[in-house]
């Protein structure tokens, strides 16, 4: 089956800083989701993007399909921006295979 | 518009018993997919349901069952618990099939003794 590796497991963040978090994956999609995970444990759907770029405030994504990984921007973190980032995908031409979801990095942000 | 909610919340149960978790959909939605999350295996996928119809299964014992209502309402079953199904369930919802945004539930807290 398809494999996604995201990079940093853990990150740690003074607030206001900036970071990248990276997804990669091993085979075509035709799906990509981020999510963010509080620490309640909601799951709440950041991006769909399984190409090119968006963004939502101060998050921003880019997915380059042809090479095979996302990246997801978080601009002057917030305490709220902690959690567990994870990003999800669906291999292109799959049938009927699910979301397949990375170990997702886990943000702590630092007042 | 309401968004996905899954009943109960928390759970305790004895080993050998079962249980069933519900999910709702957020209105409209027709596909829900149930996922067990657990520290050492991470976010793992259980069903998913479309119009009634089971469309997916994950690698998961027959212990694991599932079905959907007419009014996309879903619920899955776990019989026989053991110490290891412990774990958050959660249930996400999509208008349609999984190439679409998927929206998760606050999902339940299972915890076996």
């Known amino acids: 089956g398809i494999q996604v590796e995201q990079s940093p497991p853990d990150l740690i963040l003074q607030e206001g800083a900036n970071s990248t978090l990276r997804c990669n994956f091993s085979?075509?999609?035709?799906?990509l989701q981020w999510f963010h995970q509080n620490p309640w444990g909601q799951l709440i759907n950041l991006f769909y993007?399984?190409?090119g770029t968006k963004q939502n405030g101060r998050l921003s994504a880019t997915t380059v399909a042809t090479e095979r990984y996302s990246l997801l921007y978080i601009s002057s973190s917030q305490t709220t921006d902690s959690g567990v980032y994870f990003c999800?995908?669906?291999?292109?031409?799959?049938?009927?295979?699910?979301?397949?979801f990375g170990k997702g990095t886990r943000l702590s942000v630092i007042a | 518009k309401a968004g996905v909610t899954q009943t109960p919340r928390y759970l305790i149960k004895t080993r050998g018993q079962q249980v069933t978790l519900s999910c709702s959909p957020i209105?409209?939605?027709?596909?829900v997919s149930w996922y067990q999350q657990t520290p050492g295996q991470g976010l793992q996928f259980l069903f998913e349901?479309?119009?009634?119809?089971?469309?997916n299964k994950g690698n998961f014992p027959g212990r694991f069952s599932g079905r959907q209502f007419s009014n996309s309402r879903s619920e899955m079953n776990v019989s026989t618990l053991e110490l290891g199904d412990s774990a958050l369930y959660l249930c996400?919802?999509?208008?349609?099939?999984?190439?679409?945004?998927?929206?998760f539930g606050p999902g339940t807290r299972l915890t076996v003794l």
């Open positions: 999800a995908v669906e291999r292109l031409r799959s049938g009927n295979t699910p979301l397949v």
């Open positions: 993007i399984p190409s």
């Open positions: 209105s409209g939605h027709r596909s």
């Open positions: 996400a919802s999509s208008f349609s099939v999984r190439t679409d945004t998927q929206y």
């Open positions: 085979d075509s999609v035709n799906n």
């Open positions: 349901y479309f119009s009634e119809t089971q469309r």
